[in-house]
C-alpha cells in the first residue's frame, strides 16, 4: 500500500515539474528547511543501509544515531517552512492533485527520492565514501550542514541537462 501511495505520489510530481517550465524559486531558509527535514530520516537510512559493511566503531555507526536526533530538532523547527515551500514547488494548479499531494506528503516523496537515488551507491565502496564524509561532516551544526546541502544543490542545478534539474532553484 506504502509503495502504490509512493508511485501515485511521484507521478503526479513528475506531472507537476513538467508542467513548470521554470523551476519554482525558493529562498535559501526555504531549501535549508526542506534538508532539515529530511536529513535525520536520510541519516537513518543511510546507516541502517551500510551497517553490514562498516565496522560497529566506525564514525557512522558509532556517532551517526546521535547525529540524526540532533538533526531532528532542526527538521521539527523547519517543518512548517518546509511544508509551505513543497506546496509551492509542486503546486500543479489541479485542486484535487494538489489538495492529495500535502507538504507532509512532499517531504516523504522527497525523502524516499533522495534515499532511492543514494540506494544503488551503497556498496562497500559507497559506504566507505558515506563513513569517510559523514567523519569530516558530523561536527556540524544541523543549520551548517543543511546550508552547506543547499550550496552543493545549487551548484549542481546550475550544469544541470533539463531533465535532470532539481524541482526548485534557489532564488
Same mark, same amino acid.
Given at each position: 500500500?506504502?509503495?502504490?501511495?509512493?508511485?501515485?505520489?511521484?507521478?503526479?510530481?513528475?506531472?507537476?515539474?513538467?508542467?513548470?517550465?521554470?523551476?519554482?524559486?525558493?529562498?535559501?531558509?526555504?531549501?535549508?528547511?526542506?534538508? #532539515?527535514?529530511t536529513?535525520?530520516?536520510?541519516?537513518? +537510512? *543511510?546507516?541502517? &543501509?551500510?551497517?553490514? %559493511?562498516?565496522? !560497529?566503531?566506525?564514525?557512522?555507526?558509532?556517532?551517526?544515531?546521535?547525529?540524526?536526533?540532533?538533526?531532528r530538532?532542526?527538521?521539527?523547527?523547519?517543518?512548517?517552512?518546509a511544508i509551505?515551500?513543497?506546496?509551492?514547488?509542486?503546486a500543479?494548479?489541479?485542486?484535487?492533485?494538489?489538495?492529495?499531494?500535502?507538504?507532509?506528503?512532499?517531504?516523504?516523496?522527497?525523502e #524516499?527520492?533522495?534515499?532511492?537515488?543514494?540506494?544503488? +551507491? *551503497?556498496?562497500? &565502496?559507497?559506504?566507505? %565514501?558515506?563513513? !569517510?564524509?559523514?567523519g569530516?561532516?558530523e561536527?556540524?551544526?544541523?543549520a551548517?550542514?543543511?546550508?552547506?546541502?543547499?550550496?552543493?544543490?545549487?551548484?549542481?542545478?546550475?550544469?544541470?541537462?533539463?531533465?535532470?534539474?532539481?524541482?526548485?532553484?534557489?532564488?
Open positions: 500500500m506504502k509503495g502504490r501511495a509512493i508511485g501515485a505520489g511521484l507521478a503526479a510530481l513528475s506531472m507537476a515539474s513538467q508542467a513548470a517550465a521554470q523551476p519554482v524559486c525558493v529562498t535559501a531558509a526555504e531549501s535549508d528547511a526542506i534538508f #532539515a527535514t536529513l535525520p530520516g536520510i541519516m537513518d +537510512n *543511510l546507516r541502517e &543501509r551500510c551497517a553490514p %559493511r562498516l565496522p !560497529a566503531d566506525s564514525v557512522l555507526m558509532a556517532r551517526g544515531g546521535a547525529a540524526a536526533e540532533r538533526y530538532a532542526a527538521a521539527d523547527a523547519g517543518r512548517a517552512l509551505a515551500a513543497l506546496e509551492r514547488v509542486f500543479t494548479g489541479e485542486p484535487a492533485v494538489d489538495d492529495a499531494l500535502s507538504g507532509e506528503a512532499m517531504l516523504a516523496l522527497f #524516499a527520492g533522495f534515499e532511492a537515488e543514494m540506494a544503488p +551507491n *551503497l556498496d562497500a &565502496r559507497g559506504c566507505a %565514501r558515506a563513513e !569517510a564524509i559523514f569530516a561532516i561536527p556540524l551544526p544541523a551548517n550542514l543543511t546550508r552547506l546541502i543547499s550550496v552543493f544543490m545549487a551548484i549542481g542545478a546550475e550544469d544541470a541537462d533539463p531533465g535532470e534539474a532539481p524541482p526548485f532553484r534557489i532564488c
